[in-house]
């Protein structure tokens, strides 16, 4: 066996210090005996915490940062999160390639799991050795050093929070943990967080629920009662699955299936549309994903109809519900939650949000983006932080955003990019919601926002 290199026999030796003083925040699966290896880690001490040899049974196994799908990226931080289990994720299944992951889209990804929850971060992307240590310390490890410290400030300020918002309903099953497999649970999520839409899979703070027919299935009867009596966001497939189950009564609505062709949907008078009344909306929409929708309680707000082409006015398509038991229901049966939409979708599905939850949405984006926002709240409700990352290859332009659990009184909140110093942002105060504008934010870049210090 060779002996261990110089550089790497002092990391290990020092592995049970580094532990007593704070756990590993980024770590490398590699052999501890690539002496190749060890004289790349020599250019970059301050990336990695720890070497480890990988695991026979990884704690999670997620895809490489990939360049041609970079939105998959925040279809992997939210199946890392929904199980709320882990607390080390893992980045890559041992391989990569120069033609696919990118060292941005590698620091972008951590941050998206560090945001979602995650504690620490593994790389495992040198057991295939599809390229040489050497290349990769100077492709990876070296943006990687770049971001460290930007990473490591924010895991350290948002310790003992969790992720606010809507909670995707039993996302928590074992479909979940099947690697590149985004389940029927999260599928809601995945299309409206970039959106706008701050969702929390897993998190035990939510201030409502996001719902589908695969959130549906196996729900209890205590576990239905739990969900009425909050705020539910949920779509057409959603309100005919719990129809099935018998439980139209009780979300005082029913939906039945009708054709997707030769109708649109016209944004109705409801103060919800203020400024949008009469906009129509045509989505590419399908046959199993469009539902007429039937409220049996006589106070339900319609906030869109459909309207065929020779303009008549037909069934509800987009429904406001307040129940007895004091929660809300919120639910749109033409084309669901689908990541496209026209601003005055995207606008209404978020106001609808902040409605279920009775105005207390942690984060608000009040202009036109496509952006992850992923607040960080405490048991109380306080916010203590808000992540956010451009999921979109053109500049975001300069946007609102509505913050809810603010500090009373604060003037001032900074923006924080890597390596750039924060940038204070002034507090415009609304009642008891905090306004900021912030700055634009180049494609597919990270940063979040703290209170002033």
Known sequence: MKPLPAFLAMLISALPLIRAAEAPFMMLVGDPADTALAAALERYPSCFDAVTAPAAEPRFIFAFPDSNLPRRMISEALRFAAPATQTVARIGDGAAFATSATAHGLCVQTFLLLAYGAEAVEVDFLRDAHETPDRFAATYFSELTFWRPFLQAYARHNRETRPGGLLPFRAQSEAALKPRTLPGTLYAADALAPLGLPVCPGSPYPVGYLLTAANVVGMSDVELQRVLSGGTLLDGTAVAALQARGAGASIQMGARPRRAQRVVEEFTDDELNVNRVGYVWRPQALEDSTFALVPSNDAARVIGRYRDAQGKILEA?????????????????????????????????????????????????????QAVVIPRVSMAGDLRSVALVNASIDTQPPATLRLRGCQEGITHIEWLTPNEKPVPLAVRWEGQDALITLPAVCPWQAGWLRPAE
């Open 317 to 369: 398509a987009s429904v406001l519900i307040e129940l007895p038991t004091g929660g809300r229901l919120a639910a749109f049966g033409f084309d669901g939650f689908s990541p496209y939409a026209s601003e005055a979708r995207r606008r209404q599905l978020l106001l609808a949000a902040d409605w279920v939850a009775q105005n207390r949405l942690p984060v608000f984006v009040e202009d036109a983006a």
